[in-house]
Structure formats: structure tokens, C-alpha cells
């Protein structure tokens, strides 16, 4: 109470007014006037120290307001009002408490950092009658699993250990568990630190945060090719946390790295797998999977090793392929049959890694179609489908038409991940109409070549 009374009154128009005056008075003694003003801010500043925290700011030139309670609104005004009219670098200490006024969110701000619909009177979330469980809690159990078999496992996070589902690797093995805090770059760093000494460091990011590391993973990562294992989680579009927090870049990042492995499961059972695999490829990894809940296919009991850069053909058909990547895969599947009923024949390619490609497979894929679609919760620039065109370009495959899905050049606003995915053209309707467009495009071309006129032509 006395330290915010002090600060109320010391960042006052009067109290600096005042100060300023002594100031300019002390200054204008002959000889004797900077020495006498050094000495009274020395007394103020250590009287201050007594009462008032903050001082190692006050050291570097802040001038320091605070603590102050956030939750006190005609306190923290006055406060700011005040600092309004002060100059220099000022920093304003204020106190809050997380879920302030609702017991639920007090009790467990964890889970109420970004929640799902809940019962306002209960704090229970509301079911959206899908039993699945999550991305990241499926990454969570299987790499305790996966830690209980190999003791060189450790997991880090950044200040999000329950967001990236690693509170019960951390309960389970404290000792091999790493928050340090809000600070990615260290992360990765120290990761790679931890790689030297024989660990198999797991770094557990949100896509849009890996973003701040990307130096640290080009140097001292891949350069050295150090097994650090990349969990990159809401990668693609995220839904109402909107354009800071969609992860629709690390795609094209990640690529670009030498001696980078980047893959995307196509539901959560895949990404058991693919957790397993990085284990043992001794090599940089980045495994990317969305937010939210997985498909809900059974899981299985044994975990298997993928063949690194192989894809999987889901469906053969003969009139159009689609190439989906991690969470467009089922919406390629849906696609498939809803054209099949209209008779038209989709093959569906799973590709699994973007890195490397299955440049067998999809070299097949086009000597066999000449009309595919490409699709990614991505940008398109540098993406999954670009990665697609440079394969074909080098194999010298030119005969093929090729439509790609994915993010334009653009930020992303909020909205459901339904909607959102709706308006992008990434689900079932827009992979649909991609394909007609695709197959229907010569009979339309035929059509406006007949209504030219012959003397236009």
C-alpha cells in the first residue's frame, strides 16, 4: 500500500514539477551545484530502495512505477496518467492475477489459458461429441512411452508445458524435463547443446513461436547435424486465436534447411509413428501436427518405424490424383467419395514427408495422371505443393496440369478452423470443386474456342 501511495505521489504533475525546479536550481550553482545534485538523487534513490522495488531499473535509466494492483482500475489510472507526462524510458510494474473474478479460471488458470467452450456456472468444458483425443495429447503419452524405453529422451518446452502436452513426461521424469520460459531461442540452443552430450533432446513448439528460433535451428541445429527431435505443434490454422498464432509458415521454413527431415501425419495414430521414427534417425526432425482433436482412428499397441521419404497411396483411381500432407489428408478422403458417387475416379496419396519427397512415388503419380491436385494447410509459397512442382520440373514432367491448395499470400484472420478452412478452399468442398475445375478446364476451353468467331481466330 505504501509502495503504491509513493508511486502515485512521486510520478504526480506537482511532486515533478517540484523536482524539476530543485534540479535546475541545484544545477545553477557556481562549482559546487552538479555535485550537490548528484548527492540529493543518490538519497533519493536510496531512500526509495527501502521502500519501493524496482531499483535495478531505476539503475538502468527507467524510471520505475510499481508494483501496482492491476486489478485496482482507478489506481493503475491515476498511475498512468501521471506517467504520461514524464520523460525518458519508464516501466510500470502491475500485479494481476490469472482468472481474476472467476474461481474456476483462478484454480486452474493452465487449462483456462485458451479453452475450449465450457460451462460458464460449472468450469466443465462442453463435449462436441467427438471422443478423440488430442494432437498434442496423443505426442505427450507416447513420448513418456517412448522415455521409459530410452533413457536419453529429455523434453523442452518454452513456458507452455501444459499447451504442448508435456505435463506428464514432467511429472513423470522432472529430472529430463526443460521449461525455459518464454525464450525459443534458448530452446533450440540448448537443445542442440544437449544433442552433443548424447541426449535426444525433444523440442515441444507451437509452430508460430518455432519461428522466432530459426537462426538457432539453421546453426546450431542443422548445421551440425545434431538429432534434435522438432514437435510443431498447431501447425496449419489454428481457429479463433487469429493471424499471430496460425502456424501456416514453418512448412516453407523448414524445407529450406539442409539436413532437415520435415514431416506431417494424416491423424494421430500416424504421428505415434512418426515420433518413433525420429527417435531413431539420429538426424534433425521436425514432426508438424495441428490443433485441436485427431480423427479418431484406434491407436496401436506397437509402434513402427516409417521409411524415411515414403508416401502411401490411400486410393487408386485413373481421372485425377490428389497429394494431401498431415491434416488435409481426410478431407482429400472425403473428397474421393463424394466424387466417386458422381463417377469420377480420385487417387489420394498420403505423402507424409515434405521433406525428403517420395520422388518415386509422385513421379509415378504424374506419368500415371495428368490432372493432380496438390493440398496444404500452408502457405502456398515454398510450401508442400511447391516442393511438388520444382520434383516435376526436375524430372523434366511438363505434360501434367497441376492445381495447388493451400494459404495465398496472406495473413489469416480469426474464425473456426471449420470456417476458416471453409473459405480457403482447404476442405472437402474446395478440394472437390479443385478437381472438377481441373478435369472440366479442356471441355470449357473447347466450348469458348467454338464461340470465337472463324475470322477471329
Not at 68 to 79: S, V
Not at 185 to 193: E, I
Not at 393 to 401: D, E
Amino acid at each position: 500500500a505504501l509502495s503504491s501511495y509513493l508511486n502515485r505521489v512521486m510520478t504526480g504533475h506537482t511532486v515533478t514539477k517540484i523536482k524539476g525546479e530543485i534540479k535546475n536550481i541545484l544545477k545553477s550553482i557556481p562549482a559546487i551545484g552538479e555535485t550537490m545534485f548528484r548527492f540529493t538523487r543518490q538519497v533519493e534513490e536510496s531512500l526509495k530502495a527501502l521502500i519501493v522495488p524496482g531499483i535495478l531499473f531505476e539503475e538502468l535509466g527507467f524510471t520505475y512505477v510499481g508494483p501496482l494492483e492491476g486489478h485496482r482500475l482507478d489506481h493503475l489510472i491515476k498511475n498512468l496518467e501521471n506517467v504520461r507526462d514524464l520523460s525518458g524510458p519508464i516501466l510500470v510494474h502491475v500485479i494481476t492475477k490469472k482468472g481474476k473474478g472467476y474461481r474456476f479460471a483462478e484454480e486452474d488458470p493452465q487449462r483456462f489459458h485458451g479453452t475450449a467452450p465450457f460451462d460458464i456456472a460449472t468450469g466443465c468444458p462442453l463435449s462436441n461429441g467427438c471422443q478423440a483425443p488430442t494432437y498434442t495429447q496423443v505426442f505427450g503419452e507416447t513420448l513418456v512411452k517412448l522415455a521409459e524405453e530410452d533413457r536419453r529422451i529429455v523434453a523442452i518446452t518454452a513456458a507452455m508445458c501444459e499447451g504442448t502436452g508435456l505435463t506428464k513426461f514432467a511429472a513423470r521424469f522432472p529430472e529430463r524435463f526443460f521449461d525455459v520460459g518464454i525464450a525459443e531461442q534458448h530452446a533450440v540452443t540448448f537443445a542442440a547443446g544437449l544433442a552433443v552430450e548424447s541426449f535426444l533432446p525433444i523440442v515441444a513448439i507451437y509452430s508460430t513461436f518455432l519461428q522466432r528460433a530459426y537462426d538457432q535451428i539453421v546453426h546450431d541445429v542443422c548445421l551440425q547435424q545434431l538429432p534434435v527431435i522438432f514437435a510443431v505443434d498447431r501447425a496449419g490454422l489454428v481457429g479463433e486465436d487469429g493471424p499471430t498464432h496460425h502456424g501456416l509458415l514453418d512448412l516453407t521454413y523448414l524445407r529450406s534447411i539442409p539436413n532437415m527431415t520435415v514431416m506431417a501425419p494424416k491423424d494421430e495414430n500416424e504421428l505415434r509413428h512418426m515420433l518413433k521414427t525420429a527417435i531413431h534417425m539420429e538426424k534433425p526432425v521436425a514432426i508438424r501436427y495441428p490443433r485441436g482433436k485427431g480423427v479418431g482412428v484406434p491407436l496401436d499397441e506397437e509402434l513402427k518405424i516409417l521409411e524415411i521419404g515414403k508416401g502411401e497411396v490411400l486410393t487408386l483411381g485413373h481421372d485425377a490424383a490428389v497429394l494431401a500432407i498431415g491434416s488435409m489428408v481426410y478431407p482429400a478422403l472425403e473428397a474421393e467419395k463424394f466424387l466417386a458417387a458422381e463417377g469420377i475416379s480420385l487417387t489420394v496419396v498420403n505423402a507424409r514427408f515434405v521433406k525428403p519427397l517420395d520422388e518415386t512415388l509422385l513421379t509415378e503419380i504424374a506419368l500415371r495422371h495428368k490432372k493432380i491436385v496438390t493440398v496444404e494447410e500452408n502457405v502456398l509459397n515454398g510450401g508442400f505443393g511447391s516442393a511438388v512442382l520444382e520434383l516435376l520440373t526436375r524430372k523434366g514432367i511438363s505434360n501434367v496440369s497441376v492445381r495447388c491448395l493451400g494459404v495465398n499470400d496472406q495473413f489469416v484472420e480469426h474464425g473456426t478452423q471449420e470456417e476458416l478452412r471453409h473459405s480457403l478452399g482447404l476442405d472437402r468442398d474446395g478440394i472437390v470443386n479443385a478437381v472438377k475445375d481441373l478435369l472440366f478446364a479442356d471441355i470449357r476451353k473447347f466450348h469458348d474456342d467454338q464461340r470465337i468467331p472463324r475470322q477471329a481466330r
